[in-house]
């Protein structure tokens, strides 16, 4: 766990060991994970680090369900397979939460 403090006042945290992160064999960035209500949460990964621990990370430390939000990096939706070197992540950049939509049109017969 890191000394980072996001905007909500909960700290942030480190995706990759930390014992590791002197002698780290790519550069990490640190990235913010912002919802819809503007609460954020910090993160410093590995560019080769996977999504998928990041958003694991988040919905703990939010406590929200990862099946009920997508997290959104420049619009489109984020793979959990993807690591911030293929989206071409540069430091402070914002991963979006949104809430998931469900459902479709529901055409009424009258």
Known sequence: MSDQVGQDNKPGTDCEN???????????????????????????????????KIKEKYCEKAEKNITHIRFLFDGETINDDTTPKELDMEPDDIIEVVSAQTGGHRTHLY
């Not at 790519?26 to 913010?32: A, G, L, R, T």
């Not at 994970?33 to 910090?42: I, N, P, T, Y």
Request: aromatic fraction near 2%; hydrophobic fraction near 35%; glycine fraction near 8%.
């Open 18 to 52: 930390a014992k590791g992160a002197g002698s780290s064999t790519s550069e990490s960035i640190k990235i913010k994970v912002r919802d819809e209500a503007g609460m954020e949460v910090l993160f410093r990964v590995k560019m080769n680090t996977q999504m998928r």
